[in-house]
C-alpha cells in the first residue's frame, strides 16, 4: 500500500469503509423486505431501487466528475448517505418503518451511491501511475468484496434477526468515517482539460482526443452528449458496455429473488438468513482472492482469454444452486462466484481507465455504467414478475441463458486478440466506428 502513496492509502481505506456499509446494506434491506412480505414483486423492488439511480443519474454525475473536484464529490456523497440513513435508523428504532419507508430510504442513498462511485473510479487514476492501475483496482476490488460480502453481508444477516434498526444506523456512521478520511488526500483532483494538437496535420488519434477537450463554458448537456458520442464511436468499450450491461440485468434478475429460494422455511433450501449472509461470506472470500491472483492470471492467459473464460465460468456456475439445492454445496459455488467475478472487473476497470482519456473519464465511465448498469432496475422487477407467473426456476435459467449469449456476442470482438491485451490492438482501440 506504502508503494502506491498518501492518497491512494486515505482512499483505499475510504474504498474499505463505504463498501462495508453498501454490503450490509445490500444484504440487509432485502432481508428487511423479507420480514415484511412474502411476495417476489414486492420483494425485488428492493434491489429494483438500489439500482434505479444509476439509469437516473449516471450521466450527470459523470458530468459532474469532470467538471468538479472528484475528491469533494465522494465525501459530499458520503455525508449525504449517512444523513439518510441515520433518519431511517431512528424511524426502525421506534417501530415505524415499513416496505415503502425502506425502498425510500435506499433508493435515495443509492442516488448519493451513483455520485461517489463515478467519482471514485475517475478519482483512482489520478492517485497512481498507469502502470500501477492493474495493482490498485485489484486492492480496491478487494476492498469493495471484504466490505460488501466477507464483513458486511453476515453482519447484516445478523443485524436484521438482532437489532433490525442497525442495518441502516451502521452504514450510516460508515459513510460518515469514509467521507472524513478522503479528506487525508493530498493534491488537486479537478481533472484539466486535454492540450490541443500541435497543428492541422497531427494524427486521426491526436485529433480523436483533442475533441475531448472539456470547455468551461460549455453546457452540461454538450458535455454528456461528448461521451456518449464517444462511446459509441469506441468499438471495444461500446461492445464492452452491452455485454455488461446484458449481464448485469440478467444477474439482477437472477438475485432479486434469489433470497427466496434459499431462505425461509417456504424456501427450497430453507436456510436461516444467517446463512445467506455467510454465503455472501464465501462469495467475498473468492473475490479477494480473486483480486490477488488477476493481475498474474491477466498476463499468462492474456485479457481476451481470461475476461470469456472467467464470465463463462461465473454464469455456468449459476446453475448449480437451481439443479442442486443442496445448503453446502452453495458456499463452493459462491466462492467460486466471487473468483471469477473479481478477475473480470478487474481487467474491466483497469481497461476503461488505460482507454479513456482521463479528461472524458468521468462521463465517459458513467456513460457506460449507464449502459451496463441501467438494466439492473429492469431485471431486478422483472425477475420478480417472472418468479410470481412462472416461478423461480424460470428467472434463473432464463437469466442464466441470457448471459450465455451476452458472452458469445463480447466474443465476436475479442476472439482474434485472445492472447494480447484488449488496449493493445488498433482494431479495439479503433474510434471510427467503421467496424
Given at each position: 500500500?506504502?508503494?502506491?502513496?498518501?492518497?491512494?492509502?486515505?482512499?483505499?481505506?475510504?474504498?474499505?469503509?463505504?463498501?462495508?456499509a453498501?454490503?450490509?446494506?445490500k444484504?440487509?434491506?432485502?432481508?428487511?423486505?423479507?420480514?415484511?412480505t412474502?411476495?417476489?414483486?414486492?420483494?425485488s423492488?428492493?434491489?429494483?431501487?438500489?439500482?434505479?439511480?444509476?439509469?437516473?443519474?449516471?450521466?450527470?454525475?459523470?458530468?459532474?466528475?469532470?467538471?468538479a473536484?472528484r475528491?469533494?464529490?465522494?465525501?459530499?456523497?458520503?455525508?449525504?448517505?449517512?444523513?439518510?440513513?441515520?433518519?431511517?435508523?431512528?424511524?426502525?428504532?421506534?417501530?415505524?418503518l415499513?416496505?415503502?419507508?425502506?425502498?425510500?430510504?435506499?433508493?435515495?442513498?443509492?442516488v448519493?451511491?451513483?455520485?461517489a462511485?463515478?467519482?471514485?473510479?475517475?478519482?483512482?487514476?489520478?492517485t497512481?501511475?498507469?502502470?500501477?492501475?492493474?495493482?490498485?483496482?485489484?486492492?480496491?476490488?478487494?476492498?469493495?468484496?471484504?466490505?460488501?460480502?466477507?464483513?458486511?453481508?453476515?453482519?447484516?444477516?445478523?443485524?436484521?434477526?438482532?437489532?433490525?434498526?442497525?442495518?441502516?444506523?451502521?452504514?450510516?456512521?460508515?459513510?460518515g468515517?469514509?467521507?472524513?478520511?478522503?479528506?487525508?488526500?493530498?493534491?488537486?483532483?479537478r481533472?484539466?482539460?486535454?492540450?490541443?494538437?500541435?497543428?492541422?496535420?497531427?494524427?486521426?488519434?491526436?485529433?480523436?482526443?483533442?475533441?475531448?477537450?472539456?470547455?468551461?463554458?460549455?453546457?452540461?448537456?454538450a458535455?454528456?452528449?461528448?461521451?456518449?458520442?464517444?462511446?459509441?464511436?469506441?468499438?471495444?468499450?461500446?461492445?464492452?458496455?452491452?455485454?455488461?450491461g446484458?449481464?448485469?440485468?440478467?444477474?439482477?434478475?437472477?438475485?432479486a429473488?434469489?433470497?427466496?429460494?434459499?431462505?425461509?422455511?417456504?424456501?427450497r433450501?430453507?436456510?436461516?438468513?444467517?446463512a445467506?449472509?455467510?454465503?455472501?461470506t464465501?462469495?467475498?472470500?473468492?473475490?479477494?482472492?480473486?483480486?490477488?491472483?488477476?493481475?498474474r492470471i491477466?498476463?499468462?492467459?492474456?485479457?481476451?482469454?481470461?475476461?470469456?473464460?472467467?464470465?463463462?465460468?461465473?454464469?455456468?456456475?449459476?446453475l448449480?444452486?437451481?439443479?442442486?439445492?443442496?445448503?453446502?454445496?452453495?458456499?463452493?459455488?459462491?466462492?467460486?462466484?466471487?473468483?471469477?467475478?473479481?478477475?473480470?472487473?478487474?481487467?474491466?476497470?483497469?481497461?476503461?481507465?488505460?482507454?479513456?482519456?482521463?479528461?472524458?473519464?468521468?462521463?465517459?465511465?458513467?456513460?457506460?455504467?449507464?449502459?451496463?448498469?441501467g438494466?439492473?432496475?429492469?431485471?431486478?422487477?422483472?425477475?420478480?414478475?417472472?418468479?410470481?407467473?412462472?416461478?423461480?426456476?424460470?428467472?434463473?435459467?432464463?437469466?442464466?441463458?441470457?448471459c450465455l449469449?451476452?458472452?458469445?456476442?463480447?466474443w465476436?470482438?475479442?476472439r482474434?486478440?485472445?492472447?494480447?491485451?484488449?488496449?493493445?490492438?488498433?482494431?479495439?482501440?479503433d474510434?471510427?466506428?467503421?467496424?
Amino acid at each position: 500500500m506504502r508503494s502506491l502513496g498518501r492518497s491512494f492509502a486515505f482512499l483505499w481505506s475510504s474504498t474499505a469503509l463505504s463498501n462495508l456499509a453498501d454490503g450490509m446494506l445490500k444484504v440487509g434491506a432485502p432481508l428487511l423486505a423479507v420480514t415484511l412480505t412474502r411476495s417476489p414483486t414486492e420483494v425485488s423492488l428492493a434491489g429494483a431501487a438500489a439500482t434505479l439511480p444509476w439509469l437516473l443519474f449516471a450521466l450527470l454525475a459523470g458530468a459532474i466528475a469532470d467538471r468538479a473536484d472528484r475528491r469533494r464529490i465522494m465525501v459530499l456523497a458520503n455525508i449525504v448517505r449517512a444523513a439518510l440513513l441515520a433518519g431511517a435508523a431512528a424511524l426502525a428504532a421506534l417501530g415505524l418503518l415499513n416496505l415503502w419507508l425502506l425502498l425510500a430510504a435506499l433508493l435515495l442513498a443509492c442516488v448519493a451511491e451513483v455520485f461517489a462511485d463515478t467519482s471514485a473510479q475517475s478519482v483512482l487514476p489520478m492517485t497512481v501511475s498507469p502502470d500501477h492501475l492493474t495493482t490498485a483496482n485489484g486492492r480496491v476490488v478487494g476492498a469493495q468484496t471484504i466490505g460488501n460480502e466477507f464483513v458486511g453481508a453476515p453482519l447484516a444477516g445478523l443485524l436484521v434477526m438482532l437489532v433490525p434498526a442497525a442495518v441502516f444506523g451502521g452504514p450510516a456512521l460508515l459513510y460518515g468515517a469514509a467521507g472524513l478520511l478522503l479528506l487525508g488526500m493530498r493534491g488537486g483532483f479537478r481533472p484539466a482539460p486535454a492540450p490541443a494538437p500541435a497543428s492541422a496535420t497531427a494524427t486521426a488519434t491526436a485529433t480523436a482526443t483533442a475533441t475531448t477537450t472539456t470547455a468551461r463554458g460549455r453546457s452540461m448537456r454538450a458535455d454528456i452528449a461528448e461521451s456518449l458520442r464517444y462511446l459509441w464511436s469506441h468499438r471495444f468499450l461500446r461492445t464492452l458496455a452491452i455485454t455488461a450491461g446484458t449481464l448485469n440485468l440478467a444477474t439482477s434478475a437472477y438475485f432479486a429473488v434469489f433470497v427466496l429460494w434459499v431462505v425461509g422455511e417456504e424456501s427450497r433450501m430453507g436456510l436461516e438468513p444467517s446463512a445467506y449472509g455467510l454465503m455472501m461470506t464465501a462469495m467475498a472470500a473468492g473475490a479477494v482472492a480473486g483480486s490477488l491472483v488477476a493481475e498474474r492470471i491477466i498476463r499468462l492467459a492474456g485479457d481476451g482469454r481470461t475476461l470469456i473464460g472467467a464470465w463463462l465460468a461465473n454464469f455456468l456456475l449459476y446453475l448449480v444452486p437451481v439443479l442442486a439445492p443442496v445448503g453446502w454445496l452453495l458456499y463452493p459455488t459462491a466462492v467460486l462466484w466471487g473468483v471469477t467475478s473479481s478477475v473480470a472487473n478487474v481487467l474491466v476497470v483497469s481497461t476503461r481507465q488505460r482507454l479513456i482519456p482521463s479528461e472524458l473519464l468521468g462521463r465517459v465511465n458513467s456513460a457506460y455504467r449507464l449502459i451496463g448498469m441501467g438494466g439492473m432496475p429492469v431485471g431486478a422487477a422483472l425477475g420478480g414478475v417472472v418468479a410470481e407467473s412462472a416461478g423461480l426456476p424460470a428467472v434463473f435459467l432464463g437469466a442464466t441463458g441470457l448471459c450465455l449469449v451476452a458472452i458469445a456476442f463480447l466474443w465476436r470482438v475479442v476472439r482474434h486478440q485472445i492472447s494480447i491485451p484488449l488496449t493493445s490492438d488498433p482494431l479495439l482501440t479503433d474510434t471510427s466506428g467503421s467496424r
